[in-house]
């Protein structure tokens, strides 16, 4: 059974930073592509960033430049650099990964950007 837990959110200003972290387990974690996506108050699910099993990345246009998503394959672990904050990255973090036809989440991790 895939089990996926955030951590790292908080409370930050803007122009500061934070990394994320989502410990898998339950699958072998190298072989699969992951996935961010956030949830903002009042709006929709969205797409933030993927980083595929060869550690190629893609991002969403509004934190390309400023977010980074990387993996650390022995460590069962993905990350999220997320610099220059700004308070529209407010939002619950999600990963995410896709096996098959079955999609698993964690239970999301809050960052709130806020002077």
């Known amino acids: 059974q895939v089990q996926l837990v955030e951590s790292g959110g908080g409370l930050v200003q803007p122009g500061e930073s934070l990394r994320l972290s989502c410990l898998a387990s339950?699958?072998?974690?190298?072989?699969?592509?992951m996935y961010w996506y956030r949830q903002a108050p009042g709006k929709e699910r969205e797409w933030v960033a993927s980083?595929?099993?060869?550690?190629?990345?893609a991002y969403e246009a509004s934190v390309k430049g400023r977010f980074t998503a990387s993996r650390d394959n022995a460590a069962n672990t993905l990350y999220l650099q997320m610099n220059s904050l700004k308070p529209e990255d407010t939002a619950v973090y999600y990963c995410n990964i896709k096996i098959g036809g079955d999609v698993s989440w964690g239970q999301g991790t809050q960052v709130t950007v806020s002077s």
């Open positions: 339950g699958i072998t974690f190298s072989m699969y592509p």
């Open positions: 980083i595929n099993a060869l550690g190629g990345t």
